[in-house]
């Protein structure tokens, strides 16, 4: 037993209290709201009726709460201090218990809603536009066309891992790394949670009759099926997420223009996301309200970002202490 167990297992009561009101002092928005999420996705798969996929999804998110609230309890509270595996289980935590949760959906969101609504999303679409995206481009399908917006889709995945790796481990800027993390981390718990109240398949399926045109089998595109057939969370479409994420990671490029490598990779992110977003009406994955809802997402997520950043830079300036673990910092700001 090293010294701080030792203090802590006889410390008084209100030296223990001492250290809970410290890490809730220490609360960034990040935490609450990756606490907040995953606590609402463990109290919905509770309150659905048992199975196997239920049962196993309430297991699992329940694991990544529980390793969210220890990690918290330990990185906040001043407890664990390295400055290396501070930061790096905070990110695991926090970011990665999002990203993992998706995985989990796939055996709540049928129990959830036992019923879809691409029927209301397909009408709101003519209502409102007059007209439907993948009905319309199904008279452009080809070979050539099919595996180019398959091409865009599936580099959705690489486009995320190219902006969150080096993002999340290397950044050295706490505005810069606050700005991207926290909302992208809002574009995802939203765009989870809003999963359950809109749910449904895509016009692939619901509309499956209406195509002339079968998508014709290639390279990319039989890998996009196989990657939603085996980690997809299924009837998840509304908001579209493959919309929100590359319109934010566009946003979050154009508005650091002025630094390296976004001077030159903001119009290489810029035409990625439209044509992701093309390709995800194209393939017949989502509806046209879909992607606007993802765009409005992405907006709201952008703006968030900016603005919580900056009130807790004002916070964090007070108390001295980084928002975000740093790398290479033991979590107190002496500059």
């Known amino acids: 037993m090293n010294q701080r167990e030792l203090y802590l297992t006889h410390s008084p009561p209100q030296s223990r209290a001492g250290l809970v009101r410290t890490t809730l002092r220490e609360l960034a928005p990040q935490d609450w709201i990756v606490f907040?999420?995953?606590?609402?996705?463990?109290?919905?798969?509770?309150?659905?009726?048992?199975?196997?996929?239920?049962?196993?999804?309430?297991?699992?998110?329940?694991?990544?709460?529980?390793?969210?609230?220890?990690?918290?309890?330990?990185?906040?509270?001043?407890?664990?201090?390295?400055k290396f595996w501070a930061p790096l289980l905070y990110r695991l935590a926090i970011?990665?218990?999002?990203?993992?949760?998706?995985?989990?959906?796939?055996?709540?969101?049928?129990?959830?809603?036992?019923?879809?609504?691409?029927?209301?999303?397909?009408?709101?679409?003519?209502?409102?536009?007059?007209?439907?995206?993948?009905m319309m481009m199904d008279s452009i399908v080809t070979p050539v066309t099919t595996e180019w917006f398959a091409f865009f889709y599936f580099s959705y995945f690489f486009l995320l891992a190219l902006h969150v790796i080096p993002i999340l481990m290397g950044s050295r800027s706490r505005r810069f790394l606050s700005e991207f993390a926290l909302g992208l981390i809002l574009v995802f718990c939203v765009g989870h949670l809003v999963y359950m109240l809109v749910?449904?398949?895509?016009?692939?399926?619901?509309?499956?009759?209406?195509?002339?045109?079968?998508?014709?089998?290639?390279?990319?595109?039989?890998?996009?099926?196989?990657?939603?057939?085996?980690?997809?969370?299924?009837?998840?479409?509304?908001?579209?997420?493959?919309?929100?994420?590359?319109?934010?990671?566009?946003?979050?490029?154009?508005?650091?223009?002025?630094?390296?490598p976004f001077r030159y990779s903001w119009v290489v992110v810029a035409l990625f996301a439209v044509n992701i977003i093309i390709a995800t009406m194209f393939l017949r994955w989502h509806y046209l309200i879909d992607v606007i809802a993802g765009l409005l997402l992405a907006s709201l997520a952008f703006l968030s970002g900016v603005v919580f950043t900056s009130s807790e830079s004002s916070r964090r300036a007070q108390l001295r202490t980084d928002s975000w673990p740093m790398f290479g910092h033991t979590g107190r700001v002496a500059d």
């Open 36 to 82: 907040v999420y995953l606590s609402l996705l463990v109290l919905i798969a509770w309150s659905c009726d048992a199975s196997p996929g239920r049962d196993g999804a309430l297991r699992n998110m329940g694991a990544l709460l529980v390793f969210l609230v220890a990690t918290l309890s330990v990185v906040r509270s001043g407890v664990l201090t390295h």
């Open 95 to 134: 970011y990665g218990g999002v990203q993992l949760s998706y995985f989990f959906l796939s055996g709540v969101l049928p129990l959830v809603n036992t019923t879809t609504l691409d029927h209301e999303l397909y009408e709101l679409d003519m209502a409102l536009f007059g007209f439907e995206p993948a």
């Open 199 to 260: 749910p449904g398949f895509g016009p692939y399926k619901a509309m499956a009759d209406s195509f002339s045109n079968p998508l014709p089998s290639g390279m990319w595109l039989d890998l996009v099926m196989a990657t939603v057939a085996s980690g997809g969370a299924q009837m998840d479409i509304f908001p579209s997420l493959h919309t929100a994420a590359p319109t934010f990671i566009a946003l979050f490029s154009y508005r650091y223009r002025d630094r390296m």
